[in-house]
């Protein structure tokens, strides 16, 4: 069974950095693309950021260019999204996701996710 | 890619169909002839789940009450005879270029 565990959560001051990770099993993770995407309070999804299988490839929403970073860990099949300068508007419930093998984006699997509050 | 989906709330009867429309800015028909358009839901107090992928194939484990249809620009996703367990608030995604869209979800509640 396919699962994919979010952690690292929690309040943070604007101008702050948090790290988030994303724990995957039931698969081979080292084989799939991984993505993060985020819901804030009364909103819409918003996709965040993906990384290719080998962590060689990585693609961001314009909104973290430069302040969010994906990382992949194959060997603790472990997804990373590491997010310093962190505004108000960064707060979300951020899911952690799989790509699903083939053509196009689908994301075949999600996480429960994990809340992030930028606060003072 | 602005997704638009309609509506933003959907009540219904158990036993009834029901349809959700989902509309792009930009055509979803790549030259390959795929229609890159998926539906998610997710039920209350659990992950979001793959229905629908490539405009009209169901994902693993998916009921076939479940059904996708459209091209181009419009979608929709229908269920032929809705139950209980299908509560929850569901969204379309736009799959083939990035950034990845999401449209608002519509809440599917019973009446």
């Known amino acids: 069974e396919v699962q994919l565990v979010e952690s690292g959560g929690g309040l943070v001051q604007p101008g702050g950095s948090l790290r988030l990770s994303c724990v995957a099993s039931g698969f081979i993770f080292k084989t799939y693309w991984m993505t993060w995407v985020r819901q804030a309070p009364g909103k819409g999804r918003e996709w965040v950021a993906s990384i290719k299988e080998d962590g060689s490839d990585k693609y961001y929403v314009d909104s973290v260019k430069g302040r969010f970073t994906i990382s992949k860990d194959n060997a603790k099949d472990s997804v990373f999204l590491e997010m310093n300068s962190l505004r108000a508007e960064d707060t979300a419930v951020y899911y952690c996701?799989?790509?699903?093998?083939?053509?196009?984006?689908?994301?075949?699997?999600w996480g429960r996710g994990t809340l992030v509050t930028v606060s003072s | 890619i602005v997704m638009t989906q309609s509506p933003l709330s959907l009540p219904v009867t158990p036993g009834e169909p029901a349809s959700i429309s989902c509309r792009s800015s930009q055509s979803l028909l790549y030259s390959n002839g795929n229609n890159y358009l998926d539906w998610y839901l997710q039920k209350p107090g659990q992950s979001p789940q793959l229905l629908i992928y490539l405009a009209s194939n169901r994902a693993s484990g998916v009921p076939d009450r479940f059904s996708g249809s459209g091209s181009g620009t419009d979608f929709t996703l229908k269920i032929s005879r809705v139950e209980a367990e299908d509560v929850g608030v569901y969204y379309c995604m736009q799959a083939v270029y990035i950034p990845l869209t999401f449209g608002g979800g519509t809440r599917v509640e019973i009446k």
């Open positions: 996701a799989r790509r699903r093998s083939g053509d196009g984006w689908t994301v075949d699997y």
